[in-house]
């Protein structure tokens, strides 16, 4: 089928769907743009001019990571994250409508009594950083961040001797919120993509993907701001308290099992569990590789697959509720 008829059939599918608004950035989710005046200081040295590569003494609370477009803080004995935010700085890639927006209250890993003790690793360059520390039983811990206005901009990779998982908890800042994209479910089970012969058929490739459930973050603050939990050799946990018993309405099961606030990972000894932001968030991609070393931030093939976008504001019946399992979690840990 050729690329027009193909678009021409796409435009019938999508015939009902007017109701959905779409909202997807306008340039590309690559695009270097997006990283303009982008920098980061912490611990006291800042990425501008020369590369700083060195080692600096842990503190011994929380410090600060301050970007012109990002900031959080880190907890130097696991690398737990908290308090991660948009500052709302102007650039081509801004979703926040130059509004503060808070959007992880938390990302913590359970180290389940091992502590990270060594000197911080810190390289700066620009808008990218990496920090990386060790500690006893093969612990090791690896942030790497770019202080962008959108894209791939966040990974946590975590190693231990024993080659167990760790789990990581994501908990929203209040105002954030986790939601099963419409626009995803209005295309469920379609084949999408510039390699696509056919809507119903595929074939799939890295570059034809079936659509598949999505579930993305937004916040009230900053209604085009759009994000997914991003994981690389990890499995996230099943909230019982989120379940069918206690969920919306929606009655979808593929999301009946995730809560409105908090996510939980069982990441796998050199995994990794991050976020991307803006047209990476909706692009219909494929799953990640299952790669443990050297990982990259942003894991998809660049171009020739589809962007469904996102309503903004997301309406109420598609957020995930409750914000918290009512019963809790105690679920073992999987298995590496």
Known sequence: MS?????????????????????????????????????????GKTGTGKRFRGTVAAPAGRFTVQGNFTQFTIDPATFGIYDYAWTGRANVGDMTGGRFTPVYASKVPDHRGLALTSGIAVELRDEDMTLSRTGPGGLSMKIQAKDCAQGGIFQMEVERGDGARTRITHTLADGAFYYDNPNFRARLGQFLGDDCVDPATGPAGDRCVRVSPRVNIGADASPRLVLRDSA?????????????????????????DHCGATSVWDVASGGRLGMVTGEDATEVANPPTNCTEDCEAGNQVKGGLAVLGFPAPVPAGVRLTPRTSVTGLDAPLTAP
Request: glycine share 8%.
């Open 3 to 43: 690329r027009k008829r193909l678009l021409a059939v796409a435009a019938v599918l999508l015939a009902p769907l007017a109701a959905v608004v779409a909202i997807a950035p306008t340039a590309s989710a690559a695009s270097s743009k997006f990283c303009e005046g982008g920098t980061y200081t912490t611990l």
């Open 232 to 256: 690389q050799v990890a499995t996230r946990i099943k909230q019982p308290g989120c379940g069918p018993d206690f969920t919306n309405t929606l009655g979808l099961t593929e999301t009946a």
